[in-house]
């Protein structure tokens, strides 16, 4: 007698990742955009010919990503596709390795480096009056801090996207928060900053403003090297110490 095969049911977790892919395959197909509403959990349902389970557990995985938002009482939502999955990775993997942390620290200095560097041009070009003011400002904030031995790193923080933000590029933007938040999680390991190294960083930041206002480009991106120089070392000092 022969015995029938019976073709193998998918796995749950195969199921989950049929749906997520067909509701971002959804999301695609209608061009949405962030902040526009998905249809209802039963529409889904029907539109994806998927189960209640499956379709939350894929909901729950494009939340993870940011890819989309639940907001409860009020539905589903496309999400703002923003790097917050990859910042959380990131600073897992170096809390969970400390040998980690210092290279994807420096890995994030490098890209920021070559971002500003790279679009100094652009950035100059950019940058309107009220901006650069406003940068001016915040550079008086730093050395304020830095004489009454304040921390400035959230002035640093808001110098940089205030920099960024005219290139119009939410990537970039979102590439240099991450950066910030990363940074929070490894700076403890690096000690703290001497008086030398905080008004070599303070004097970089107010030359990147006069070369801005001086449409100097080769200044602008002499001054962003000297910005990195000091974390760059503090990083090599402590990279050393760990061996």
């Not at 894929?58 to 990859?86: C, N, P, Q």
């Not at 940068?135 to 808001?158: I, K, M, N, P």
Request: net charge negative; with cysteine; charged share 25%.
């Amino acid at each position: 007698m022969r015995t029938e095969i019976k073709p193998a049911r998918p796995s749950r977790a195969l199921l989950r990742q049929a749906v997520t892919e067909q509701i971002k395959a959804y999301i695609i197909d209608n061009r949405l955009k962030p902040g526009d509403p998905l249809p209802t959990e039963a529409e889904l349902c029907e539109a994806l010919n998927a189960s209640r389970s499956s379709l939350r557990e894929a909901i729950k995985t494009l939340a993870a990503l940011d890819i989309v938002e639940v907001r409860h009482g009020s539905g589903t939502f496309v999400g703002r596709l923003s790097l917050s999955a990859l910042v959380e990775s990131l600073t897992f993997r170096g809390l969970l390795s400390p040998g980690d942390d210092f290279r994807i620290l420096l890995d994030l200095i490098e890209v920021r480096q070559l971002f500003e560097q790279g679009m100094a041009t652009r950035i100059i070009e950019r940058l309107d009056d009220a901006q650069l003011s406003k940068l001016e400002d915040l550079v008086g904030e730093l050395e304020q801090r830095s004489a009454t031995g304040e921390s400035f790193v959230e002035t640093d923080h808001a110098f940089h996207h205030l920099l960024m933000q005219p290139l119009g590029n939410q990537l970039i933007c979102q590439l240099t928060g991450a950066f910030w938040d990363v940074y929070a999680i490894v700076a403890p390991h690096l000690g703290m900053a001497n008086r030398e190294e905080e008004a070599e960083t303070v004097a970089a930041h107010r030359a990147m403003v006069e070369a801005a206002r001086s449409r100097d480009v080769e200044a602008f991106a002499a001054a962003v090297a000297a910005h990195y120089a000091p974390v760059r070392r503090r990083i090599a000092a402590a990279t050393r110490a760990e061996e």
